[in-house]
């Protein structure tokens, strides 16, 4: 071994140490920080509590109390944010004093930045922001993610297809992906693609976007999604055809195909998915693996027709709408709730 080789191999495991101490610390500080803004919070209620008048009483003490602690302790304790600490305290307090307000990744073994909280109190139903809360800590989300996810109304968009126990589970659990629907979604927002909604496109200029922003495709598509490949090549009877995307989940154990659509959506396109979705099935998965899903992502369908031209069990193909900007979270609620009426 040289002398330079032996150099590295010293300069990699010292900063190898050095990652790992850096990720404790910003952990140890991320989670003191979490805690002692709670603590304030309780503080700052119970105190409020013993007010004769509340409201003024709050808006006082908070107003001298942003002050003092600011001179003595910098910035971070304006009237805002002190409040915006009384509020995840009023929000997260547990029921019983012996348990833990605050939720831990298991699989990251890491609890959520004072940033998210920011985002996740303004959440007015609990039911909501508890899925939010879950979602971000198992998938890891940044703040941008969270406030991406949020934006795109992802929690409406999966309750619109559940029963009320589906809708409670979402809430206790976050998304658990056990069948096709589970991750399924109706539209999909593809605002990163950066292609305007009248903008004149085609479908060739779709996919390329998608795999230029491939990752941030993989997060709307949801868990447990890996790429492919792009225009696979199917042949029958010397006959080629190509399937635009071809994904393949790892919790459900299927091949996902992809077909890309800027019009309005065809009894053939939905024929052309079923001989993609076969193909895959009679030639590609293994015997251990499930049923392909294909999933026809188009810009405009009819809801009777994907219903008639499909069988009435149908579990493997299915037609959703996207969307290239990102609407008004109220009103694409709204209209979430048309469509579902």
């Known amino acids: ?42 503080m700052i209620v119970e105190d409020e509590q013993q007010g004769k008048e509340r409201a003024e009483y709050g808006k006082q003490i908070l107003k001298e109390l942003s002050k003092r602690l600011t001179v003595g302790f910098g910035k971070g304790f304006s009237v805002q944010n002190l409040e915006n600490m009384r509020k995840f305290y009023l929000l997260y307090a547990p029921a019983e004093k012996s348990q833990s307000p605050i939720r831990i990744s298991e699989k990251h073994n890491a609890m959520l930045s004072w940033t998210h909280y920011l985002v996740l109190i303004r959440i007015e139903k609990k039911e909501e922001r508890s899925f939010y809360e879950i979602e971000s800590l198992n998938n890891n989300w940044s703040v941008r993610e969270l406030k ?74 949801g868990k447990g999604f890996t790429f492919v490949g792009r225009q696979v090549r199917i042949t029958i009877d010397e006959k080629h055809f190509k399937a635009d995307l071809v994904f393949y989940n790892r919790l459900l154990k299927c091949f996902v195909v992809i077909d890309l659509k800027i019009g309005e959506l065809t009894h053939q396109d939905i024929g052309q998915m079923q001989m993609y979705v076969n193909y895959h099935d009679r030639f590609v998965k293994l015997p251990d693996e499930n049923k392909t899903i294909g999933i026809i992502l188009c810009k405009d369908k009819s809801k009777t027709l994907v219903e008639i031209t499909l069988p009435e069990d149908n579990d493997s193909i299915f037609a959703s709408q996207y969307k290239t900007i990102l609407p008004d979270k109220q009103d694409f609620i709204n209209l979430l709730n048309e469509g579902e009426e």
């Open 1 to 42: 071994m040289s002398e330079l080789t032996a150099n590295n191999s010293l300069y990699t495991k010292i900063a190898e140490i050095l990652k790992a101490a850096s990720n404790t610390v910003v952990r140890i500080v991320n989670q003191t920080m979490v805690y002692t803004y709670f603590e304030i919070g309780r």
């Open 148 to 221: 991406r996810q949020f934006d795109t109304a992802l929690y409406e968009r999966l309750a619109l297809s559940r029963d009320k126990e589906g809708v409670k589970q979402l809430s206790e659990r976050g998304q658990i992906i056990e069948k096709p629907i589970d991750f399924l979604k109706d539209p999909y927002i593809l605002e990163f693609l950066d292609l305007p909604e009248q903008h004149h496109y085609s479908e060739s200029d779709l996919e390329t976007a998608i795999i230029d922003k491939l990752e941030h495709f993989l997060l709307e598509l």
